[in-house]
């Protein structure tokens, strides 16, 4: 469906993007995961046709973006990241005016809108200006204004940002229900529960480059390095009696022992073999899977919110 | 309270460009109306000369006298044309006034008889219409005295002082001359805007329609740039829409507006104040399309140039108030000093002013109007060649 190729995109001399290659299938969920100034948003803008790269090239099926952008722009919905509305308009019209500007049959245009602004939940606010919408409605019209040609292609670039997590939630919900209709999403976003929540990959930016790309699984196994175990005991032990040669750290006052292993099967038996033979009980042992924000911890050695 | 006024004063002095122009617009009026009223420039600030037209039929001595006469005031320009030439320059607007002298002029002069002499002028002149009565009415006056002293005296002592030494008659002669004047009447005819009562109508309608006009344009253009910074015009451009569309949607939407505008103010100035619009209709429906498609292209070329919605409000009004100040929308041209009026004609309000003028107050025909229409579309060529060209490199930039 999308193949980015070697893209480079520059501003006075720095760059926002630098090198960034990748493909999304037909259908796929594909999350770009960064912290803010990762190169994200220029990404979506070149993706989006109005923001040539400087090198390389974008392709949409087998044309070339920037050779046949008009045509190719029908095929796409963007969800800028800004609430690009007009406030003093309504939902209906903001609507039918976004969608004009794709379809020109206006009993299907008002059709639509309305199918839309039912599905987003604002059909009864439909003709209240947008101005008095809360921040989650403007944001909920902000995607029905980009699916109203019904484009195969969505681009969304942090359509969640500043709002409350209840409408968090209902976007979550449209874009499942979006996924579920084959559409292609193209989705960035510094908040790595959205992304490990309803990505099928996700690449991970910094610094305008891509450093890691797959599913989460795929980056787990890549780039999240040692398991986690959390073993709660009973009673407390003496640290001296601990195994010397396992990564091992005890808290005295959890009575916690956490053991951080490459091989975890083999080394969990070894400790609860060796707990048996001190004779003391064990309370609970919890798994810690890394997330996403390991992984890009362990990819750029900072934070996501650095 | 001073973290508050601190954090006012940081935003009002960061962005530079549009404190620069916020400074730049006081600055700008102020020498503006310095030399609109002749404030500034000192004693080289000379007044304009008034370009007088005449036509001497008599061509006698006394004529001629009285040509060269009004020829030596430094604030006189002469000019000799033919009768009817003159009073169509009049009517056109290209003079103010033609000074006729009639055969027997020189004759008439000693008699005391009506005079063959008339001023024709163009009544919106009126400031220099009286400054030229009162120096012609002064100069023939004291001719008539000068003549009719002569003659009079002459008479008189030949007839009851036979005998006075030439020397007596001589020094009666030159103190009668010097008393000067007797009562003088020449013809005083306005050969333009006879019908129309006011001529401060079209001034005050056309000049204060086409300025409001440009403010009307301006915060349209400058919506350009609000709708950048909320982010709708990338969305725009997201679309199949190109950017040569969006810009071209502004300046049609602007269009409208600005006819919409002028209709309805010149329909207020027919139903308020009788302002005749069925002189010349077809001129002025093209002048309005013509102005309104000149201002709204002046108000897509400010949103093309600047980068903040403050830099177009200081912009716009620097430009507007200046183009006003300058082409006669704020004050008449006839009052400014020449220099001022020479440069007017780089004003839009300029050219839509004379040419509401050559339709209302002159009362011309569609033909007199092709010069106004065709710069005015001069004007909007380069204005939108130049709004294209900057909305390209400036607006579309996203970062």
Known sequence: MLRVNNIKKHFQQQAAVDGLSFEVQPGEFFGLLGPNGAGKSTTIHMISGIMPPDDGSIYIGSDNLYNNTSSLKHQMGVVPQEIALYDNLSALQNLIFWGGLYVHDAQ???????????????????????QHYSGGMKRRVNIAAALMHDPQLILMDEPTVGIDPQSRNKIYEMLTELHRQGKTIIYTTHYMNEAEQMCDRIGIMDHGKLLAIGSLDSLRNAHAGDTSIAI?????????NLPKNMSLHYDTDLLELTLTSENPHKDLGDIIHHLHLLEVAIDSIQFHRADLETIFLNLTGRTLRD | ??????????????????????????????????????????????????????????????SKALLASLDSIPGIRLEEVADQVGTNQIKKGARIAQLYIGNGFDKELGTGGALPVALRYDQSREMEVSILRSLII????????????????????????????????????????????????????????????????????????????????????????????????????????????????????????????????????????????????????????????????????????????????SLGTI?????????????????????????????????????????????????????????????????????????????????
């Open chain 1, 108 to 130: 299907r245009l008002k059709a639509r809108a309305e199918a839309l602004l039912e599905w987003v939940g604002l059909s009864d606010r439909k003709k209240d200006l947008v």
């Open chain 1, 232 to 240: 709660r005991l009973q009673q407390s032990i003496l640290p001296d």
């Open chain 2, 1 to 62: 309270m001073w973290k508050l006024a601190s954090k006012d004063l940081y935003l009002f002095f960061y962005d530079k460009k549009a404190l620069a122009l916020t400074l730049l617009l006081p600055i700008g009026l102020i020498t503006l109306f310095a030399f609109a009223f002749g404030g500034a420039g000192g004693e080289k600030n000379e007044p304009s000369p008034i370009t007088l037209q005449f036509t001497d039929e008599d061509q006698s001595p006394a």
């Open chain 2, 138 to 313: 002064g100069r023939i006056g004291k001719m008539q005295g000068s003549r009719q002293a002569d003659t009079g005296v002459d008479r008189i002592i030949a007839q009851s002082f036979p005998n006075m030494p030439a020397a007596m008659v001589d020094t009666i002669k030159r103190q009668m001359q010097a008393t000067g004047a007797t009562e003088t009447h020449i013809s005083m005819s306005s050969v333009v805007g006879e019908e129309q009562s006011n001529w401060g109508l079209i001034q005050a309608v056309a000049g204060t329609a086409i300025m409001m006009l440009l403010f009307s344009v301006s915060a349209i253009g400058a919506s350009i740039i609000e709708e950048k910074e909320q982010g709708v015009l990338k969305r725009l451009l997201q679309s199949p829409l190109s950017p040569t569309s969006i810009l071209s949607g502004k300046l049609l939407s602007a269009g409208i507006i600005a006819v919409f505008q002028l209709v309805i103010m010149f329909l207020f100035a027919w139903l308020a104040f009788g302002l005749d619009l069925t002189i010349n209709p077809i001129g002025t429906v093209l002048m309005i399309l013509f102005t309104a498609v000149t201002c709204a292209s002046f108000g897509v070329l400010l949103a093309s140039i600047v980068s903040s919605k403050r830099q177009a409000d």
């Open chain 2, 319 to 399: 430009l507007v108030l200046s183009m006003s100040g300058i082409g006669g929308s704020m004050i008449p041209l006839y009052i400014m000093p020449a220099f001022m009026q020479d440069i007017a004609v780089v004003s839009v309000n300029y050219w839509s002013i004379q040419g509401f003028y050559d339709i209302y107050w002159r009362g011309l025909g569609l033909t007199a109007l092709w010069d106004n229409l065709l710069v005015l579309l001069g004007f909007s060529v380069v204005l939108l060649t130049l709004a294209f060209y900057f909305f390209r490199k400036n607006i579309l930039k996203f970062d």
